[in-house]
């Protein structure tokens, strides 16, 4: 990126250009050091005070650098004066999107320019698939945005063990190698991933998209509240599970979910029958009404039973046995790529929290944005699979079950 930056600056005859790390300490630490490493500080003057940059072009004017960080509010409004030709944000996915909007409209010097002078930069490491990043660049790119993606071990700068060195320290963290070794997009969470040791991204993520097969009944399963979520799902004859897709909102009424979701079954996948299952709280009437969630599908000719069970364990089971079996080589349980939120609550973002700092674990799974779709699947498992090896002790509450209390 410094040597883009710096092949541009030498065509123009004046320029300026802001360099962005979100901390001042890391500032300093890289993008600072890196680009005095590549532009020696005697081609132009610097200043440490200013954290600027001032080098003569061959055109008899001046490139003018700035290196700014981006932590606070404070520090992000001081980009609104500024009138610059390119900027560079570094680990741009640590950065408030913001950022990159107010610089997007400072880029006006030299006044009269073309377009086509003011560029825009960033480099990252792979964001999670909800990050703005991915949004802009990757999912739906906007006009004029394009990405360019580095792999593994395509840096001859590196000692050539240094790629195996991360696979074999990322063995038990297949997140994290997917991200730093094979540069694919995905989050990466603390805690400890409720699938831990039954979900591998290679083998249960599809490589293409999922077409359901004609005349098979299409099952979703539902989970409510103010953060409702569907999920798609089919089996298809050779007893493979396919989810097929994800649908959630992260604050909408079950009214209005439930009027999205037929929307969208409507339009892509016309002419399948459904059979739906929810979570049993769904039965519950509300104080003011006394209408239920269930109630409220079944106005809409949504005819939605209630899981058998809202224990944990169960429903945990429910989907383990799908992603631990096989059939002819074939995962059980296949999931499309466009199900993001799953898959990255299958990586990770699904998970029991460390209770402090003590390596110890929370006896149920976190509530957040990745456990609704997740509780949504399990209702789904459960109807179609139930629990195979039936013990009515695992239908109790509490349960004492491999270090996990009242589960």
């Not at 997917?178 to 040791?197: C, H, L, M, N, T």
């Not at 969208?264 to 709280?281: I, L, Q, S, T, W």
Request: charged share 25%; net charge negative; aromatic share 12%.
């Amino acid at each position: 990126m410094v040597i883009e930056l710096f092949k541009h600056a030498l065509l123009m005859k004046n320029s300026r250009t802001v360099c962005v790390r979100k901390t001042y300490r890391m500032l300093k630490d890289t993008v600072i050091k890196t680009f005095f490493e590549w532009v020696p500080k005697s081609a132009g003057k610097w200043s440490e005070a200013d954290l600027t940059f001032e080098m003569p072009t061959p055109f008899g004017g001046t490139w003018e650098v700035l290196f700014r960080s981006a932590d606070s509010p404070d520090d992000i409004d001081k980009f609104r004066g500024l009138e610059l030709t390119t900027y560079w944000l570094d680990e741009a996915q640590e950065l408030a999107q913001d950022v990159k909007l107010i610089l997007d409209g400072r880029l006006s010097y030299p006044a009269g320019s073309p377009s086509t002078v003011f560029k825009s930069m960033l480099t990252t490491n792979p964001c999670d698939t909800e990050h703005w990043i991915y949004r802009m660049f990757v999912k739906d790119p906007l006009p004029g945005h394009a990405y360019w993606r580095q792999s593994a071990r395509e840096n001859p700068h590196l000692h050539k063990e240094y790629y195996d060195a991360l696979e074999a320290n990322y063995r038990d963290r297949p997140e994290l190698k997917r991200r730093y070794v094979d540069g694919e997009w995905g989050a990466i969470f603390s805690g400890q991933p409720v699938y831990k040791e039954d979900f591998h991204w290679d083998t249960h993520v599809s490589k293409e998209h999922l077409v359901p097969v004609p005349d098979v009944v299409l099952h979703r399963g539902w989970d409510f509240g103010l953060t409702p979520a569907c999920i798609v799902t089919q089996v298809n004859p050779n007893g493979q599970w396919m989810v097929l897709r994800e649908l959630w909102s992260d604050d909408s009424s079950i009214d209005e979910f439930a009027d999205g979701v037929i929307e969208f079954c409507n339009r892509e996948y016309p002419h399948f029958k459904y059979e739906d299952v929810g979570d049993p709280a769904g039965r519950a009437r509300s104080a003011t009404d006394e209408t239920s969630c269930m109630d409220i599908l079944a106005s809409k000719q949504i005819w939605c039973t209630a899981a058998e069970t809202n224990a944990l364990i169960p429903r945990l089971e429910a989907v383990k046995r799908r992603l631990t079996k096989t059939a002819k080589g074939r995962p059980r349980l296949i999931i499309d790529p466009r199900c993001s939120r799953l898959i990255d609550g299958f990586s990770g973002g699904y998970k029991y929290s460390e209770r402090g700092n003590t390596s110890t674990f929370q006896d149920k799974p976190e509530k957040n944005v990745y456990s609704h779709i997740h509780d949504a699947l399990q209702y789904a498992a459960l109807k179609l699979f139930g629990y195979a090896e039936y013990n009515p002790q695992l239908w109790a509450e509490p349960l004492k079950v491999v270090g996990v209390v009242n589960a």
